[in-house]
């Protein structure tokens, strides 16, 4: 008999996206915007697309089926997600700005961008956590294992991060 899907498994991608992420400011320390740019522009797909999974899918089931839930109110996790576009869209922005400075100026910009950066990673791991402990347990205790199996299966960002995995296993 198959094991019973989980939307824990999401937790997954968070791993993923903050390897991304991870990537992207790797090239910063490196002084590759170009990359940067690429690296971020990657992230930024992917996590709109799981929180696109989360807004169409996940959060309204959760939203129709509980209330009260301390810490785990759906507004709650709809004004993380705006937060985290505004950072997002700050970063992008940011790196557009910066793009002629050179030398020390363009390591202080960095070093700024950074900053702002470590403050983006405390807002998405708290974010990450109320999903870990609040949004995914609630969501495996009101939903059958078919519907959870069929929320899963048409999340792209589920369906990205697998298919990362498939490319790191060719190469």
Request: glycine content about 4%; charged content about 25%.
């Amino acid at each position: 008999m198959a094991q019973e899907q989980s939307f824990l498994a999401m937790t997954k991608v968070h791993q993923w996206l903050d390897d991304c992420f991870l990537a992207h400011q790797t090239a910063l320390l490196s002084l590759d915007l170009s990359q940067a740019r690429k690296l971020l522009h990657r992230y930024e797909t992917n996590l709109l697309a799981h929180m696109k999974d989360e807004e169409d899918s996940l959060i309204p089931i959760y939203g129709e089926r509980i209330s009260d839930v301390p810490g785990g109110a759906v507004e709650l996790f709809l004004a993380e997600h705006k937060r985290i576009r505004r950072f997002v869209t700050d970063f992008r922005d940011t790196l557009e700005n910066i793009r002629a400075k050179k030398g020390l100026e363009l390591k202080h910009h960095i070093i700024a961008l950074l900053d702002r950066e470590a403050m983006y990673k405390g807002l998405l791991s708290h974010h990450h956590a109320r999903e870990r402990n609040t949004l995914f347990p609630w969501l495996d205790l009101l939903t059958s294992a078919e519907e959870r199996a069929s929320l899963l299966d048409r999340c792209v960002s589920w369906s990205a991060y697998n298919a990362s995995l498939n490319v790191k296993g060719t190469k």
